[in-house]
């Protein structure tokens, strides 16, 4: 409040305490304190861009930049910050604009290509993703990013075989990175080569865990019950498990197994779902277990299991009045 503080070089100073702080709001608030107090220096513009930008508040950016003068600077990063500015604002052309002149400008710098990538993937603009992908990586100091990037758009632009030759050598440079197997998963799903997918889930699981479900399942969808049973038994307690284990039992035909299955369910909260109560009812009365199977039964409301109720009742009638027929 003093008359003889010079209010400019004060709400400056503030504002860059605030930004080293990680205080953006109040970096943002100081520093246009600042310029409104006659501050006009480009560098305090820029500083006020970063506030705006860490605040993700993309149109006042936008303003700061241009305050600033963007052909004066020498900071590629300011044309990253430009074209994200302006692609979350929605304004496609102007981000594009932005990364060209970016481009231009600073020719040995690849992230302007990098980041065209990822737009072009937003846009599902697939194809030319990964022409733009594969060039890029030819030339560039790339990731593991990078590299799924570039084979996610092949997968989404239908080039199965090319997806699948990129990611196997991309797993070779990668192999402690479960995204990359993950990703190949993807494309032999697409290829209909469940087998193939389950066995890169299964090594991705050992660097993941949470993805043994996944490998369980696809094991089972392939047909390797066996494997799939294994790698559910690995899996901690969980609705999923014991989702997946009941399907696995009855595909397997051990019935006996599954009627035992009865209260892991009822604690889980699994036998609200009607689909899950008629499974363990089956199992039951496969397993000879009539009443327990009929007391499942009773409680089905659904048209569609209502009927299949009906069925199994008839054949549990079957059974207790021709047993040989059943065993």
Same mark, same amino acid.
């Given at each position: 409040?003093?008359?003889?503080?010079?209010?400019?070089?004060?709400?400056?100073?503030?504002?860059?305490?605030?930004?080293?702080?990680?205080?953006?709001?109040?970096?943002?608030?100081?520093?246009?304190?600042?310029?409104?107090?006659?501050?006009?220096?480009?560098?305090?513009?820029? #500083?006020?861009?970063?506030?705006?930008?860490?605040? *993700?508040?993309?149109? /006042?950016?936008?303003?700061?930049?241009?305050?600033?003068?963007?052909?004066?600077?020498?900071?590629?990063?300011?044309?990253?910050?430009?074209?994200?500015?302006?692609?979350?604002?929605?304004?496609?052309?102007?981000?594009?604009?932005?990364?060209?002149?970016?481009?231009?400008?600073?020719?040995?710098?690849?992230?302007?290509?990098?980041?065209?990538?990822? #737009?072009?993937?937003?846009?599902?603009?697939?194809?030319?993703?990964?022409?733009?992908?594969?060039?890029?990586?030819?030339?560039?100091?790339?990731?593991?990013?990078?590299?799924?990037?570039?084979?996610?758009?092949?997968?989404?632009?239908?080039?199965?075989?090319?997806?699948?030759?990129?990611?196997?050598?991309?797993?070779?440079?990668? /192999?402690?990175?479960?995204?990359?197997?993950?990703?190949?998963? =993807?494309?032999?799903?697409?290829?209909?080569?469940?087998?193939?997918?389950?066995?890169?889930?299964?090594?991705?699981?050992?660097?993941?865990?949470?993805?043994?479900?996944?490998?369980?399942?696809?094991?089972?969808?392939?047909?390797?019950?066996?494997?799939?049973?294994?790698?559910?038994? =690995?899996?901690?307690?969980?609705?999923?498990?014991?989702?997946?284990?009941?399907?696995?039992?009855?595909?397997?035909?051990?019935?006996?197994?599954?009627?035992?299955?009865?209260?892991?369910?009822?604690?889980?909260?699994?036998?609200?779902?009607?689909?899950?109560?008629?499974?363990?009812?089956?199992?039951?009365?496969?397993?000879?277990?009539?009443?327990?199977?009929?007391?499942?039964? *009773?409680?089905?409301?659904?048209?569609?299991?209502?009927?299949?109720?009906?069925?199994?009742?008839?054949?549990?009638?079957?059974?207790?009045?021709?047993?040989?027929?059943?065993?």
């Amino acid at each position: 409040a003093a008359e003889d503080v010079a209010a400019a070089r004060l709400y400056t100073l503030w504002g860059l305490v605030d930004l080293k702080q990680g205080d953006n709001a109040a970096a943002r608030d100081h520093l246009r304190q600042a310029i409104d107090a006659g501050q006009d220096k480009p560098v305090v513009h820029l #500083y006020l861009a970063q506030a705006h930008y860490r605040l *993700q508040e993309y149109a /006042p950016t936008i303003a700061a930049i241009e305050a600033a003068g963007l052909a004066r600077q020498d900071d590629p990063n300011l044309y990253a910050i430009l074209a994200k500015s302006h692609w979350e604002l929605g304004h496609k052309a102007q981000a594009w604009a932005a990364l060209d002149a970016g481009e231009e400008r600073y020719p040995g710098q690849t992230h302007f290509r990098r980041q065209k990538i990822f #737009y072009l993937i937003e846009q599902e603009l697939y194809q030319k993703a990964a022409e733009l992908g594969q060039a890029y990586l030819a030339g560039a100091e790339a990731d593991v990013t990078d590299y799924l990037a570039v084979g996610r758009a092949l997968r989404g632009s239908g080039q199965l075989e090319q997806a699948r030759d990129f990611l196997e050598a991309a797993r070779l440079q990668y /192999p402690q990175d479960h995204r990359v197997a993950v990703e190949l998963a =993807q494309v032999y799903l697409k290829l209909d080569q469940v087998m193939a997918a389950a066995h890169l889930y299964e090594q991705a699981s050992l660097l993941k865990p949470e993805l043994r479900s996944e490998a369980a399942e696809l094991y089972r969808r392939a047909g390797k019950l066996f494997q799939a049973l294994n790698l559910n038994a =690995q899996i901690p307690e969980s609705e999923t498990k014991l989702k997946q284990r009941l399907a696995i039992l009855l595909e397997t035909e051990r019935y006996a197994q599954a009627a035992t299955m009865e209260d892991d369910l009822l604690r889980a909260g699994l036998l609200e779902n009607q689909d899950i109560r008629y499974a363990l009812a089956y199992a039951q009365f496969k397993n000879g277990e009539f009443e327990r199977a009929e007391n499942h039964l *009773q409680q089905l409301s659904r048209s569609d299991l209502f009927r299949k109720a009906a069925e199994l009742r008839k054949a549990m009638a079957d059974c207790k009045d021709a047993a040989w027929k059943c065993y």
